[in-house]
């Protein structure tokens, strides 16, 4: 492997076509440029320069050389400026978070990256587990989770509180348990839980979602509401999902009596030593979940 100090002198040398001036751009002696050049041609076996008395050309291989190892150099400088680069809004950050949040983070995202065009945003939508292993693996700088890892590895800070909420068609103005029974409920993957936590805050007659009617399930965010809307059943989402839903007219999103929220947690590798486009992306997300 050539020596990367011994190409840049030989490199400068041409470029500057004298070893006293090479010397004094590289801070060497005119001796070490010599030697350095000698090593070079001892290294490929093949003379480099054709001497002529304080003057030199470049023989066949010299010309190869430069040629390549110009390209070399400037590669090497590129990398070098690519690993040290650090500047808040250059880069790509790679996050996830559950659906609901990202329903209302992520277009806020593209707008924070539309402002530094060099900034890149690579956002998934994926549950809680999932992210999390994706956060141990270093898959992804950053992670909302609606639960508190206990994975020693990472580190969770509570950010925000998301509201849970009982949606039914816009036909609906009031809920009370009878009510509930009659319209039957639409699942999703995370429906059993929310309803729990919600419903038996505020339903004394509340044990377990087997009590209705199974009406339906999707588990697609954006879609979950699609049926609820048309009136074959109610569902409870966070509030995010629920505002993000496109026919607003045709839902009616009911806040019950006992308020109960989803806490929002931002999480990242123990090990991980977070990057400044990763650290001002992380800001703009407390800043506007909060």
């Given amino acids: 492997m050539i020596n990367p100090v011994w190409l840049k ?3 400068t040398l041409v470029e500057v076509g004298h ?23 001892h290294q490929l076996e093949q003379a480099l320069l054709q001497r002529s008395g304080k003057s030199f050309s470049l023989t066949d291989a010299g010309e190869k050389l430069y040629v390549k190892g110009q390209a070399l150099l400037k590669a090497a400088d590129e990398l070098e400026g690519l690993i040290k680069q650090d500047e808040p809004n250059v880069g790509l950050v790679k996050l996830a978070s559950p659906g609901s949040v990202g329903l209302k983070l992520y277009p806020h995202l593209l707008t924070v990256q539309q402002n530094h065009p060099k900034l890149i945003v690579d956002y998934r939508f994926a549950p809680n587990k ?12 950053l992670g909302l989770s609606t639960e508190l890892s206990q994975t020693a590895s990472l580190i969770s800070q509570k ?7 009982l949606v039914t ?3 609906i103005e009031v809920v009370n348990w009878s009510t509930l029974l009659a319209l039957g409920f639409i699942s999703h993957p995370d429906a059993a839980h929310h309803a729990r936590l919600l419903l038996s805050e505020n339903f004394t007659q509340f044990e377990h979602i087997d009590q209705f009617i199974y009406k339906g399930f999707s588990n697609q965010i954006s879609l979950i509401l699609e049926p609820v809307s048309k009136g074959l059943g109610f569902t409870v989402l966070p509030l995010y999902a629920a505002k993000a839903f496109r026919h607003q007219n045709c839902i009616k999103i009911h806040l019950l009596e006992q308020t109960v929220s989803e806490s929002l947690y931002l999480c990242f590798n123990r090990r991980s030593t977070l990057a400044s486009r990763v650290k001002f992306v992380q800001s703009e997300i407390i800043d506007y979940l909060n």
Wanted: with cysteine.
């Fill in 130 to 141: 999932n992210i999390e292993q994706d956060l141990i693996d270093r898959n992804i700088d």
């Fill in 19 to 41: 070893f006293t001036q090479t010397a004094e751009k590289l801070f060497m002696t005119q001796s070490g440029v010599s030697q350095h050049i000698k090593k070079l041609e």
């Fill in 9 to 11: 002198t030989f490199c």
């Fill in 169 to 171: 068609s816009h036909q």
């Fill in 159 to 165: 950010i925000a509180a998301e509201p849970l909420v």
